[in-house]
């Protein structure tokens, strides 16, 4: 019975809509737990700009206020570990997803962000056989999630051997500077068959295709409400074809369940690995429907999902 | 012959000159890497994105010539925030862009007048008032809008991408723009006014300027400036979202110092705004095309502008 | 001289041009052990200009230098001057305002540090204040910010005067009594007496001719940057001294039909009380006078006059402390003087850059600035012109009021008499002049003074009543009664 | 005796710090504990070292708006270089303080505007640590961890390393012989000049210092977190703004407080704790951190008015 034990999130960033999203599942969740008696409380706590400094100091006052679990979405991998640390000390269960956190004592909820790079060209290599150019939108330097993804492509690109990344930019996660990068190198490069992508961008780069009065090329998408919709009306117009992967903010809720399942006192492994969530040609029209406008495609899950989800690792 | 030379060093001498030399050299630099291709296009992709930073930063440049201390670190959250109210009160309906632009600005507007109040009425330092005013406005776009990304009307987002002849329409607009506050600097009461308390406010004060009067102004101007820069913003790239302001924080100051403006007051460049944005945007477009690491990237942008400043501030030196 | 005294410095031809303006030329000056040197001249004249040279702080451009007989080369600096014991109270006050008395002391000497140097410099100066100043009533632990003016002039009198390690021969006081009550000026000069008397030397700038006549062994009055006469100061007298310092005391000629009466009717422009005003005694101001407000420096004659301004009332402010109050530094001399009148340069909503060039090149004629070209920097003028930009940028506005704080510091004088007349001539035409100095001979300019003494009006004398004795007595009450 | 107003403004940091602690207490009694307070502070101790370094560049009246990228590349060097060749790391920490003595000695030299230059840097510390460090990682010296997660008795480690650097750089600037020079240069340089003293020895002086200030705030960081990431410190430079004007510090005139400046970093860090347990909603919990700002800077502004009367 878990029904006097409390469970924190400890958010490091709410600046964009997957952010957003995320939270905002967690809060329709823990409501409806917490209403139904299954658990004490589920607050959110969140910091502003992505610092590691912010969340570790925000992680060591949960421990103060006594929570029974902390799910975390970390800054950092490796640097939250000291504060990670001396949760475990006291007591707490710890569930990180998204990003994850080392900590050996933390259970992780991981995407493999690396395969997620790589599954954009192995799908490419089935639609472009004849392979070309690729152009990289990356996300904000320094930041694990981005060395992850983009490794993942490069490996693929390396194993391929059929493509060329002609340029690499950062797009900072942020819709106007990928735009921005993109239309900046834009010009120098030669004719670019497919854009990859770490989400959220593809509707800025094709903006910036079609500013610069350039054939839109295949672009992969993120999973964006806007980046489905564009992708849909290109389909309809001219059979457009590309595919869209990211994570989905609702894994929030797959962390609060696993953190309630292990304070249940069930038995967890500590690496789990979340499937990302992928929209291709035929599922379009249907993930569509089902995403809010302007925010993300997205993938809750209640109890039972999460039951089925620990059954099945 | 001589006076062709004088003409030289006197334009030299012109502050705002080294940041349309830097530009021009970075282009330069870039179409030799790419062999000359794609030289056109990059302009016009510069002169886009530059008339984002010239909006914004001609309102920065209006606080900082007010004096020293005087800088508006509210920009970001208050382009996030406009971009936000009117991109949700539009809601991709072509007949409300009109509403949606007066939505904007009165953001900006209520934004302007908190930011002097704290300054004003609190006596708190700008530079620390514009930052804890950025929080709230933050919350208050998040609040607001829930992070969702709602598409800017049709027409918004043609008139905001539109080229003629290569040249941005929006550029086009925003140079009038540019012209007409660059007539109110120099030509108006209000202008000579700011620039006189940026060189002395007792001064001023004494020569009968209304000192905090002509301050209020300055700051709701930059804050509308900025709000204009968040719906056109969300117009050019497809809505509005909750970080994208962020990197207008460090450009806004950028573009104005690069540009010549003093910081210490009183002498402002317009011009040389627009010389830095595109200084600023092709300096970026060069590292990427060079094909750089980040890091590398950065440290150079980090030397080149130091380099600028190094430069330019030697060339006011002898008059 | 007596054979008993003995040579420190001697300066030989010294020159020191900045720019254009030719401050100093030529100057001869001898200090020896034990004497009191009474240095006089009209402002401008280049007094502080040549004791700066002496305290290192500023390099002249010709000349040499000896101090103990011998020749001083151009590295002469600040450090040097102290290893020879020579001190110098700035004419600007030279304390930092964030750091104690004691912390300033340090400042001074570099030899206080380590441990307990704290207490050993607020030993220093408090001795020293205790001994010049007696009942100063200064905390050691003050911040300079927290004094007032004249605490903080006796602060820095007293670091200046401070022995530590190194010897102390010369104190050079540039102008030390101006913001000092009579009293305190005078336990200075009695100290200054006391310390010539043990062997040290000074060196005392002033304009109160009292002082340097009661005070000084010697007197070197200056005149337009060179020494026009060198004397014993026994056979100086008031008189005589001011026919040496030249062209200072040409006579204010009264018209005939001065009708300076016949203007104090009606209502007045102005009706107010300074802020600390005890009694009914109001400040009166008719249309068309020009009103003098007098006393010594810092009485509250400037406050009077900020409370006093408002643009909005058509008024006009003219400020003394040109550097702080009145130039823009970035400025050209046009946009200098057009500043002012901004609203009448007004085509519709923009400023007329012709009737700018014309209204400030008519104002360049009349009041004769001395410029090739207008569009130069301001700060290419000499400081006399600078405060004729300020005049003119009053007088080209149409406010009906113009508020003048002391504003002939450092202009010479025939520029001051320029002024004057044009002063007069603007009072002619209807205009009302509010003007505070600190000089005698400008008030006899002025129809109607107000002596001001520790922020209160405590004299109200008309033109026809005004001597030099009444107002002198008015501002010393204290030491007259 | 009566609280003059300057004294009661010179008390301010401490009071509202006082007055935040004792909230934070009456949200959370378990804070008020040895392991409370531990985890309260803990993260305290680089945000004051760098709210120093930020103090030091203030005090010649010059702002430092590259603070945050700096202390992020000695975070790097110290979970990398520092870890795998100590006297390499050494070197390369000499190294930073020497290019802030130098960036100093241009700025004097070339009266070049402190903000711009700094900002400049801010892109190039950044650039620094990211080629120090292209992703998160690093691990720092066991020594370094260590020292931070050290178990002192009955009081905290922080609150007794606190308490030692603010009173080393009391003494320092506020009471040792040069330190009152220093302070002098920004109260009225031409002053400071005029009895003998050298301008831009205490410029570098001072920039130099804020450079080993901002090497201790990288390390101790780089000691609590054990590993590093170039964006660590990014938000740092505001932060330390901030702190050194709560702090009862002034942006010209020298007047600056190292006391106050560390108070104002501490209180600085509580007030997010102090957030977190009043359960504001997510939407706002990045709004209040700027109302909290406000009002304790609104404080001030009432006592200054108070004693301008
Ligand atoms: N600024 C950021 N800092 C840290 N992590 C981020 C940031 N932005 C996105 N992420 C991470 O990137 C991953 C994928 O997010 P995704 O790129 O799909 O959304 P997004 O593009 O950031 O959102 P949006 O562009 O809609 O604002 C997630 O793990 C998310 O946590
Ligand atoms: N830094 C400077 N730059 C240019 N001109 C200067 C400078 N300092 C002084 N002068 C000029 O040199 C001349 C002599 O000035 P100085 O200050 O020595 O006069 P003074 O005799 O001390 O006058 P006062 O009685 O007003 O103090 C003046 O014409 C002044 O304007
Ligand atoms: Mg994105
Ligand atoms: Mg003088």
Same mark, same amino acid.
């Given at each position: ?313 | ?106 953001? /900006? ?72 506050? /660059? ?123 130091? /380099? ?12 | ?57 500023? *390099? ?165 940057? *060179? ?59 008719y249309k068309g006078e020009i009103v003098g407000l007098a006393g010594l420096a810092g009485q509250g004659q400037t406050e009077m ?109 025939? *520029? ?66 | ?173 506020k009471v040792s012989a040069y330190g009152t020079i220093l302070r002098g240069a920004g109260g009225n340089p031409s002053s400071v ?117």
């Amino acid at each position: 019975d878990t029904s006097d034990k409390k469970i924190a999130l400890s958010n490091n960033y709410a600046g964009n809509s997957w952010r957003q999203a995320m939270l905002n599942s967690w809060q329709k969740n823990g409501q409806q737990a917490v209403a139904d008696g299954v658990i004490g409380a589920a607050d959110a706590f969140t910091t502003a700009e992505n610092q590691v400094t912010e969340q570790a100091a925000q992680i060591q006052n949960m421990i103060l206020q006594g929570y029974d679990a902390i799910v975390i979405n970390a800054a950092s991998p490796d640097a939250l570990n000291g504060a990670v640390q001396q949760a475990c000390d006291a007591g707490i269960i710890v569930v990180s997803f998204d990003g994850i956190v080392t900590a050996p004592c933390a259970w992780r909820i991981a995407v493999d962000f690396a395969a997620m790079g790589q599954s954009q060209i192995d799908y490419l290599n089935e639609k472009l056989p004849k392979g070309g150019n690729l152009l990289e939108i990356r996300g904000l330097a320094g930041v694990f999630v981005d060395d992850e993804i983009s490794a993942g492509i490069h490996t693929g690109v390396k194993e391929s051997g059929k493509f060329k990344i002609t340029g690499s930019v950062h797009g900072d996660w942020a819709q106007d500077v990928a735009q921005k990068a993109v239309a900046g190198i834009l010009p120098s490069l030669p004719e670019i068959a497919a854009v990859v992508t770490q989400g959220g961008d593809g509707y800025g780069a094709a903006q910036a295709f079609k500013a610069a009065g350039r054939p839109v090329p295949l672009i992969i998408m993120g999973n964006r409400q806007d980046e489905l919709l564009w992708w849909k009306e290109q389909k309809d117009a001219n059979g457009y074809e590309t595919m869209s992967v990211s994570i989905a903010p609702g894994v929030s809720t797959l962390a609060f369940w696993v953190a309630q399942q292990i304070l249940d006192g069930k038995t967890v492994a500590k690496d789990l690995v979340v499937p990302f969530l992928r929209v291709d040609q035929h599922d379009l029209e249907e993930k569509l429907a089902k995403t809010e406008k302007g925010g993300v495609a997205n993938v809750e899950y209640s109890l039972i999902d999460a039951k089925k989800f620990l059954a099945e690792m | 012959m001589h006076s062709i030379s004088s003409l030289f060093h006197h334009t030299l001498a012109k502050p705002w000159i080294w940041a349309f030399i830097g530009a021009f050299a970075v282009w330069l630099a870039t179409i030799i890497f790419t062999g000359g291709q794609g030289a056109g296009q990059m302009l016009t992709a510069a002169l886009s994105f530059a008339t984002f930073s010239v909006i914004v930063g001609i309102g920065q440049m209006f606080v900082i010539s007010l004096g020293p201390g005087n800088i508006d670190l509210s920009i970001p959250a208050n382009i996030t925030l406009a971009g936000v109210v009117s991109m949700k009160l539009m809601d991709s309906h072509n007949e409300m862009i009109l509403l949606g632009l007066g939505a904007a600005l009165l953001s /900006g507007l209520a934004v302007g007048i908190f930011n002097y109040t704290l300054i004003r009425l609190l006596r708190i330092p700008p530079i620390i008032a514009t930052m804890s005013s950025s929080f709230l406005i933050l919350s208050t776009a998040i609040a607001y809008g829930r992070g969702l990304k709602i598409k800017p009307p049709a027409a918004l987002a043609e008139f905001t991408t539109t080229h003629i002849y290569g040249v941005p329409l929006l550029a086009i607009c925003i140079v009038v723009l540019a012209f007409i506050l /660059g007539v109110m600097l120099h030509r108006t009461v209000f202008g000579q006014s700011i620039l006189a308390i940026g060189q002395n406010p007792r001064a001023a004060k004494f020569a009968g300027i209304s000192v905090e009067y002509v301050r209020f102004c300055t700051y709701l101007l930059c804050a509308l400036l900025a709000s204009l820069c968040g719906y056109l913003l969300a117009g050019f790239s497809g809505g509005a979202s909750l970080n994208m302001g962020t990197e207008y924080l460090l450009a806004s100051i950028a573009v104005v110092v690069i540009g010549g403006t003093s910081v210490a007051g009183g002498f402002s460049n317009l011009p040389g705004i627009w010389g830095a944005a595109l200084f600023m945007f092709l300096l970026v477009t060069m590292l990427n095309t060079f094909g750089l690491s980040a890091g590398l990237r950065l440290m150079l942008t980090g030397i080149i502008i130091v /380099g600028v400043i190094i430069l330019s501030t030697r060339s006011k030196q002898p008059s | 001289m007596s054979k008993n005294k003995k040579n420190i410095v001697t300066l030989t031809g010294v020159g020191k041009s900045f720019g254009a303006v030719k401050a100093l030329q030529n100057v001869q000056l001898e200090i020896s052990t034990g004497e009191c040197i009474g240095l006089v001249g009209h402002n401008g004249a280049g007094k502080s200009t040549l004791m700066n040279i002496l305290a290192g702080t500023l *390099t002249p451009t010709k000349g040499e230098i000896n101090v103990s007989q011998v020749a001083q080369d151009q590295l002469y600096n600040v450090a040097i001057a102290h290893q020879q014991g020579i001190r110098c109270v700035f004419q600007e006050l030279s304390l930092c305002p964030n750091l104690t008395v004691t912390e300033n002391t340090r400042v001074m000497h570099a030899s206080l540090q380590g441990w307990g140097w704290r207490k050993k410099a607020g030993a220093l100066i408090i001795d020293m204040l205790d001994e010049i100043f007696p009942g100063h009533g200064i905390s050691i632990k003050a911040l300079i910010d927290d004094l007032s003016l004249s605490q903080r002039q006796m602060v820095e009198i007293a670091r200046a005067f401070s022995i530590t390690d190194t010897q102390l021969r010369i104190v050079i006081l540039d102008e030390p009594t101006s913001s000092l009550d009579a009293v305190v000026a005078d336990q200075l000069l009695q100290h200054i007496r006391r310390f010539v008397s043990r062997g040290g030397a000074c060196v005392l700038i002033s304009h109160m001719l009292e002082e340097i006549l009661s005070s000084c062994d010697r007197i070197v009055v200056m005149r337009d940057g *060179t020494v026009v006469a060198e004397k014993n100061a026994t056979d100086f007298n008031r008189d005589s001294l001011v026919a040496a310092m030249g062209s200072m005391a040409r006579e204010y000629q009264h018209d005939a039909n001065d009708d300076a009466a016949s203007k104090r009717q009606g209502t007045a422009l102005i009706n107010c009380a300074p802020k600390l005003q005890h009694d009914e005694q109001q400040l009166r101001v008719y249309k068309g006078e020009i009103v003098g407000l007098a006393g010594l420096a810092g009485q509250g004659q400037t406050e009077m006059l900020v409370q006093l301004f408002s643009p909005q009332k058509s008024m006009a402010f003219v400020a003394g402390d040109r550097q702080s109050d009145g130039i823009f530094p970035l400025w050209s001399i046009a946009e200098n003087i057009t500043i002012g009148s901004m609203r009448n340069l007004l085509r519709k909503f923009l400023l007329d850059k012709n009737s700018a060039a014309a209204l400030a090149s008519h104002w360049q004629q009349k009041i004769a600035i001395r410029s090739p070209d207008l569009n130069h920097n301001i700060l290419s003028l000499s400081g006399g012109n600078q405060q004729k930009a300020l005049f003119a940028r009053a007088l080209a506005s149409n406010a009906q009021t113009v508020l003048m704080d002391d504003p002939m510091r450092g202009v010479d004088i025939g *520029t001051k008499q320029d002024v004057y007349d044009m002063i007069r001539a603007e009072a002619d035409n209807g205009r009302t002049f509010l003007w505070y100095t600190t000089e005698f001979d400008e008030l006899k300019h002025c129809d109607h003074v107000y002596v001001f003494r520790n922020g209160e009006i405590v004299a109200d004398i008309p033109k026809t009543q005004m001597n030099e004795q009444r107002i002198l007595q008015a501002s010393f009450k204290a030491s007259a009664a | 005796m009566t609280l003059s107003p300057r004294m009661f403004r010179s008390l301010l940091p401490a009071m509202s710090l006082s007055v935040i602690l004792i909230a934070i207490f009456y949200l959370q009694p378990r804070t008020m504990s040895y392991f409370g307070l531990n985890l309260l502070l803990n993260l305290a101790l680089p945000i004051a070292f760098a709210t120093l370094a930020q103090m030091c560049i203030i005090t010649v009246n010059d702002l430092d708006l590259g603070i945050g990228g700096f202390v992020g590349v000695v975070a790097c060097i110290g979970a990398t270089l520092l870890n795998d060749s100590p006297l390499l790391g050494v070197l390369a920490l000499l190294g930073c303080i020497a290019s802030y003595a130098a960036l100093g000695a241009l700025i004097h030299l070339r009266q070049l505007p402190s903000i711009v230059v700094t900002l400049g840097m801010s892109f190039f510390w950044l650039g620094l640590a990211l080629m120090i460090l292209p992703r998160p990682g690093g691990s720092a010296p066991q020594w370094l961890h260590a020292i931070m997660t050290f178990k002192t008795p009955y009081i905290p480690f922080t609150i007794i390393a606190l308490s030692v650097v603010a009173l080393l750089v009391h003494w320092m600037l506020k009471v040792s012989a040069y330190g009152t020079i220093l302070r002098g240069a920004g109260g009225n340089p031409s002053s400071v000049e005029r009895a003998g003293w050298s301008l831009l020895k205490t410029k570098v002086t001072m920039y130099a210092l804020a450079g080993c200030f901002g090497v201790l705030a990288g390390l101790t960081l780089v000691g609590l977190t054990t590993s590093g990431d170039a964006n660590i410190a990014l938000r740092y430079t505001l932060l330390t703004i901030a702190g050194v004007i709560l702090g009862g510090g002034e942006f010209v005139g020298g007047r600056i407080s190292p006391i106050g400046a560390v108070l104002g970093a501490v209180t600085l860090t509580l007030t997010g704790s102090f957030l977190a347990f009043l359960h504001i909603s997510p939407d706002w919990q990045i709004g209040a951190q700027g109302g909290i700002l406000i009002l304790v800077l609104a404080l001030r502004a009432i006592i200054n008015r108070a004693e301008t009367r």
